[in-house]
């Protein structure tokens, strides 16, 4: 089973520039998620899905968009880079249900210049 | 509204003694808790999980939490550390009226010392 799988695992880009992030799972799993993580302040939620066609904010929505158009892929996009964006973004899916945990691809790597 | 709060930032123990790192949470609702880990450069795993069966809860690798209702608690604890627990632990809450929205603590990194 691949599970929860990211690409690409770093990237580099500069301020202004505009990238995708990708993240498909392969559980069948209903809710899928977007953190990010910065050193000391664990893990904050980007934006969510709990199915296809359905997205909301989370805690950091800014200067992020989502689309959720098959079960399978949730991907995230930066519409312009900024510096304060560098950070270690995971993807999550789970079944939605409270007491099943989420699992986690390997992360993606970001900087921007 | 729910939220977590890891005790301590950093713990640091010799290898073969006990780990004990420290988890509050604030819930509206009967909570489910779970304890994740992360391994340098890598994603996080489910070390274990509370969801309103038994109050200890047992781990991989020797892992093992405790539900403490009375005192909003989930300490995670192992006998004996190893080397390779060395790494970041991060406890959870799942909002069971949000599609299991969840709340993560600020994370506590192990150290463990040869």
């Known amino acids: 089973n691949a599970g929860v799988t990211q690409t690409p695992k770093f990237q580099v880009l500069k301020t202004g520039q505009s990238m995708t992030l990708q993240c498909a799972q392969d559980?069948?799993?209903?809710?899928m998620s977007w953190y990010r993580q910065d050193p000391g302040m664990g893990l904050r939620l980007i934006h969510y899905?709990?199915?296809?066609?359905?997205?909301d904010q989370g805690e950091v929505p800014n200067g992020y968009n989502v689309s959720r158009s098959t079960t399978e892929d949730f991907p995230l996009r930066l519409l312009s880079a900024a510096p304060s964006q560098t950070s270690v973004y995971f993807c999550?899916?789970?079944?939605?249900?409270?007491?099943?945990?989420?699992?986690f691809g390997d992360g993606t790597r970001l900087s921007i210049l | 509204a729910q939220s977590v709060t890891q005790l301590d930032s950093h713990v640091s123990v010799s290898e073969g003694t006990p780990v004990l790192l420290r988890c509050n949470y604030s819930?509206?609702?009967?909570?489910?808790l779970f304890w994740y880990v992360q391994h340098p450069n890598k994603g996080l795993q489910l070390l274990l999980k509370?969801?309103?069966?038994?109050?200890l809860v047992k781990g991989i690798n020797g892992f093992e939490a405790e539900f403490k209702k009375s005192e909003t608690s989930f300490h995670l604890t192992k006998p004996s550390a190893h080397m390779s627990d060395a790494a970041e632990y991060f406890c959870?809450?799942?909002?069971?009226?949000?599609?299991?929205?969840?709340?993560f603590g600020d994370g506590t990194t192990l150290t463990v010392k040869p």
């Open positions: 559980m069948n799993h209903e809710y």
């Open positions: 509370y969801t309103s069966a038994a109050t």
């Open positions: 959870v809450v799942s909002d069971p009226t949000n599609a299991g929205k969840s709340t």
């Open positions: 819930s509206s609702y009967s909570p489910s």
């Open positions: 999550a899916s789970s079944t939605g249900h409270s007491n099943q945990p989420q699992h």
């Open positions: 899905s709990v199915g296809a066609g359905i997205t």
